[in-house]
């Protein structure tokens, strides 16, 4: 079965990967595979049909939406989870990790919110918000774990709960080999493509994974432009509404 956790960016995605390959691993019923990005989905769908016959689970992360996922979502073969943040949140933590700002930025939102609303009358599909995953790991991980049909004890769950906790997270950060501290360096080296940056094959962490706010929401107000704030609220205001944000 493929098992696919996917989520707007900077809201948690990594997190909820780990704690699902770690329930798996608990049970020793599945593996994590990854990361997948959009120019990798040939290579996706040639493992997806060997999966398909596999009982064991295999997860993927991902940020976009799999084609074939429309022909085969009924599919008891494959399941999505989703997690989502107030896009205010993901804006500010987007324009702070990559220096996104502007048009880029509003653009970037844009592109998360329209792939949201494509999962979100999809069947097979699990959606968690981020706010609350943070505030109550144990349940997450719960959720999870009914939705896969997985049956792990109380202390498995708490285990689960401190292996993906930030403190461990930053344990791993810690070992990495980090990007230059120069911005424009860091701009030239993702221009060119040439990633320096190492990132932790097991969990998908990387040495500036989590910012120093570490996870904490309602941040924008202080990161965003009074501009890019009445942009986002003019443009997906409905959104905001929709996932009772505001």
């Known amino acids: 079965m493929l098992v696919i956790c996917n989520g707007m960016i900077r809201s948690g995605s990594t997190l909820q990967y780990n704690i699902t390959v770690k329930l798996v691993e608990k049970v020793n019923k599945g593996i994590g595979e990854g990361y997948f990005d959009n120019r ?40 999505m989870l989703y997690i989502y943040r107030d896009i205010r949140d993901v804006a500010a933590s987007a324009k702070r990790k990559w220096g996104y700002e502007g048009k880029r930025l509003i653009d970037e939102i844009g592109k998360a919110i329209d792939i949201y609303y494509k999962l979100y009358t999809l069947p097979n599909i699990m959606f968690q918000r981020y706010e609350n995953v943070i505030k109550n790991p144990s349940l997450a991980v719960m959720e999870i774990s009914d939705w896969l049909n997985i049956k792990v004890s109380d202390d498995d769950i708490l285990l689960i709960c401190k292996e993906t906790s930030i403190s461990k997270a930053k344990e791993i950060m810690q070992k990495l080999k ?48 009074f501009e890019e704030i009445e942009t986002i609220m003019y443009k997906y205001s409905d959104w905001l509404k929709h996932a009772k944000y505001i």
């Open 178 to 225: 980090p990007w230059g501290k120069s911005r424009i360096l860091i701009k030239i080296q993702k221009r060119l493509k040439i990633y320096q940056q190492e990132f932790d094959n097991k969990t998908l962490l990387h040495p500036d994974h989590i910012s120093n706010t570490q996870g904490e929401s309602d941040i924008w107000n202080d990161i965003l432009s």
């Open 40 to 79: 990798e989905f040939d290579l996706l769908d040639k493992k997806v049909h060997r999966w398909n016959g596999d009982k064991r689970y295999h997860i993927i992360k991902t940020h976009g939406v799999y084609p074939p996922l429309k022909e085969n979502w009924n599919s008891s073969k494959i399941k």
